[in-house]
């Protein structure tokens, strides 16, 4: 079902904006209001809105090979539900940890975690997760390589009102 453009927040300015920042989020409003025909006020204007609205974060993204962490892995975690909170702010403090999200069913969890070998990988799974109490290792899978990550992801277009695109080798 297609969104009315007049009932999205956002238009395609806002998207140049964000493709722009996503490629180098240095990219000053002077930058950007001569890349895409506008004045600076509005870009300064529009990026205060995006970030104001929660659309938009501007952040430093760390590439954890820069800092020696080579493995990663996807691990799938069971929780007691009734120990859920201190389970939860346990993992969040874990400096391994780089994503931590609830599965599908109640008591799932799902973490990738970061290491600058195999064998830290091997004892986090062996003797870091199952100390924690009602916390338990379902399966884990190895990341050998990384092709898209979090930080590249964008909007499609059709959430700025825009035509949908085609993606090129979707189709037969």
Not at 24 to 45: K, L, P, Y
Not at 58 to 69: E, K, N, Q
Not at 105 to 133: H, V
């Amino acid at each position: 079902m297609a969104t009315s453009s007049l009932s999205l927040p956002f238009d395609e300015l806002d998207y140049q904006i964000i493709q722009l920042l996503n490629q180098d989020a240095r990219h000053s409003a002077s930058e950007i209001a001569r890349s895409v025909g506008a004045r600076e006020r509005t870009i300064r204007n529009r990026i205060d809105r995006l970030v104001e609205l929660g659309a938009l974060r501007l952040t430093a993204v760390v590439d954890p090979s820069a800092f020696g962490y080579q493995t990663s892995v996807d691990i799938f975690l069971q929780v007691d539900l009734e120990r859920e909170a201190e389970i939860v702010d346990c993992l969040l403090h874990m400096p391994e940890i780089c994503y931590l999200a609830y599965g599908q069913g109640t008591n799932e969890m799902s973490i990738e975690a970061r290491f600058k070998s195999n064998a830290e990988m091997y004892d986090f799974l062996k003797q870091t997760l199952t100390t924690i109490p009602g916390l338990s290792v379902t399966s884990y899978a190895l990341v050998p390589r990384i092709l898209r990550n979090i930080d590249q992801w964008l909007p499609r277009p059709e959430d700025f009102g825009l035509p949908s695109q085609e993606w090129p080798g979707c189709q037969d």
